[in-house]
């Protein structure tokens, strides 16, 4: 599953790279095709009201009132029909200045908790009382969420679907309406906002996964974001070129991304770990007051450097024999499988130590899918970071 959406992705990279060799070679050039955000950006209302709120096609938080909660769309990629993705805004700027923040959902189409953990924390917020903006983008990969979906589905070559958070920083005349979304918000939205950023996510559809996050732990303000939060788990990793919290550190604004439980439903026991973590980061900036709460060192926190896959070796129906944030060791039994006669065809042992940080919720299996991800002390190998954050 996983290999199969890496090499799409690398054989997309390729036809990306032959058309741009194309281009350059009928002599139109790819300047065009590397343009990027402006120097400075300005806000610039569309002149059109959805639901009450006004549309931006560009935001700067400094144009707007201090002290209160605005609510906004802004203006995404076109659709075939011509219309607009739409994705919901909303600002707290606060009534002093102070550090910006913005908050991210939605990368992923099937990744409920992490919308609702950021509306859950923009409720908490009290403009009149913070110094600073946060910022929350909720619904960014609009089609994908419409259909409850890990990936957007786009039409360049007849019906596909592609993985957003494979795209950023994007490019406003990339290849792609996936490639200029992630153009459009990222230039126009995200970074000419933003001091620190935090891209929720969860497991995706078919993967249960616990609580933790997953950053790059040698960037001091990741560090000190991802400890603040009283989560039992951190992947210390960068993880994949291309996703957005990267692309975040890439134009020097750090970044990571909390995993808030399983796809598709709310996670309403684990959702208070990261709103709670959340409010500590903006208390530890200053951007709110109070005291801060629990920490990654009151949750006896594991920090792991890979995320290793145990990929079933045959088709048919899996019996895990371990739970979530289970700690195993090298040779542990993980699971067993049989064939519909009952037969046991395998038998999946841990190849590390470590903690149980995903699991497959389908009883059965085709050969090659991810069954297992063990969180490991073990610095990454080839293939090890395949987690599909
Ligand atoms: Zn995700």
């Known amino acids: 599953m996983l290999k199969t959406s890496l090499g799409g992705h690398r054989r997309r990279n390729l036809m990306q790279s032959l058309l741009i060799a194309s281009i350059a070679l009928m002599g139109i050039g790819t300047a065009q095709a590397q343009s990027g955000a402006p120097a400075k950006i300005s806000t610039v209302y ?13 935001l700067n938080t400094s144009d707007l009132e201090p002290g209160k909660k605005h609510l906004l769309y802004f203006q995404g990629v076109q659709m075939s029909t011509g219309q607009h993705w739409y994705v919901s805004v909303i600002v707290a ?41 946060v910022m929350a983008v909720l619904d960014i990969a609009r089609p994908a969420m419409e259909s409850m979906q890990r990936r957007w589905p786009s039409s360049g070559r007849g019906f ?4 957003m958070n494979r795209e950023w920083p994007g490019n406003e005349n990339g290849l792609g309406a996936v490639s200029r979304q992630a153009g459009l918000v990222f230039n126009r939205l995200l970074k000419p906002n933003t001091d620190l950023a935090i891209d929720f996510h969860t497991g995706t ?3 249960d996964v616990s609580a933790f996050h997953i950053g790059d732990m040698r960037i001091p303000e990741v560090k000190t974001m991802m400890m603040l939060y009283p989560v039992p788990a951190i992947f210390d990793n960068p993880v994949y070129p291309g996703v957005l919290h990267n692309a975040y550190v890439d134009a020097g604004i750090p970044a990571f991304t909390p995993e808030v439980g399983v796809a598709r439903r709310l996670e309403l026991g684990m959702i208070p770990i990261f709103v709670e973590g959340t409010m500590n980061v903006f208390k ?19 920090v792991g450097k890979s995320a290793v896959p145990v990929l079933t070796t045959h088709g048919g129906f899996i019996e895990l024999l371990v739970k979530l944030n289970a700690k195993v060791t090298a040779g542990q039994k993980l699971a067993i499988q049989r064939n519909a006669f009952g037969e046991v065809v395998a038998e999946y042992a841990s190849p590390v130590n470590g903690l149980v940080g995903g699991l497959r919720t389908d009883a059965t299996s085709e050969p090659g899918n991810v069954l297992l991800f063990i969180l490991a002390d073990a610095a990454p190998v080839s293939g090890a970071a395949a987690y599909p954050e």
Do not use: C, W
């Open 46 to 58: 569309t002149g059109d009201v959805i639901n009450g709120k006004k549309v931006v096609s560009s």
């Open 93 to 133: 700027k606060g009534a002093r200045p102070g550090k910006r923040f913005t908050l991210t959902s939605g990368v992923h189409g099937d990744e409920m908790s992490s919308v609702h953990t950021v509306q859950t924390v923009m409720n908490q917020l009290n403009p009149a009382e913070m110094s600073g903006t």
């Open 160 to 163: 596909e679907l592609t993985d």
């Open 205 to 207: 559809t078919g993967l």
């Open 284 to 302: 530890h900036y200053g951007v709110v007051p109070g005291a801060i709460g629990r920490t990654a060192v009151d949750a006896n926190v594991y």
